[in-house]
């Protein structure tokens, strides 16, 4: 069995790097550091046992990283997995950023998830595969803050529900996780209105459900209701909500 993680030097992508090693897989791992890349793929190769490889790509300025992580998978079998946990957001993602600033956020968030995925589909396709996808609860519904950020992750609900509808589960396996706050570098500080989960603890439910059907989560599973009553307050009402 192989994977592919895109984000894996950080994070839950760092987490779903160890996970995945810990149940065997052989890894493609992607990230924008050559040198978190290597030490960790160093590790998990010592830890359990696995091949690594590791491809340094700056999502935000690569027009075509599909291209590249193809030429990455070079000799090898077909992966089984392409894992997506790739974000970037910003303090100031109001309605006042730059051209420059809102295509950055939405090379990472949108288009490196949607380019990476059509590259790898006939490889996925060849071997059955599972693609994961990773939104946000920012998404639920519009407000004043996290404008790009938010809509790029939105975007990615219409790709599930796109991939989903085009292919069979027995031709390829969907799955979108509808993340809350994490603890991350992101997150490290902040006055939340939730303690923030472990990254491991999301790596580990994503990894056991790897091979499961087609399927939108929300992680943590509290979420779910908080995402539901966001989506049922009356306009008049969402409106008035800060943050």
Known sequence: MSAIVIGASSGLGRALAGELAAQKHDLLLVASDPRDLEALAADLNLR?????????LDL???????????????????????????GMSRDDDELS???????????????APLAIAH???????????????????????????NVVYASAKRGLVSFYESL?????????????????????NLTHG?????APAEPAVIARAVVKRLRGKSSLRYLPEKFELIALIVRMLPWFLYRRMKG
Do not use: C, K, W
């Open 190 to 194: 902040m006055r939340l209105p939730t």
């Open 97 to 111: 950023l730059d051209p420059a600033a809102i295509g950055q956020l939405l090379a990472i968030n949108l288009h």
């Open 119 to 145: 590259a790898l589909l006939p490889r996925l396709l060849e071997s059955r595969g599972s693609v994961v996808l990773f939104g946000s609860i920012a998404a639920v519904r519009g407000r004043g803050r």
């Open 60 to 86: 935000g300025r690569e027009p075509d990283p599909g291209a590249a992580i193809l030429a990455a998978l070079d000799g090898l079998s077909a992966p089984d997995a392409l894992l997506l946990p790739i």
């Open 164 to 184: 989903r509808q085009r292919y069979r589960p027995e031709e390829l396996r969907v799955q979108l996780y509808q993340l809350g706050f994490l603890a991350t």
């Open 48 to 56: 359990h046992d696995v091949a690594v490889r590791t491809l340094a």
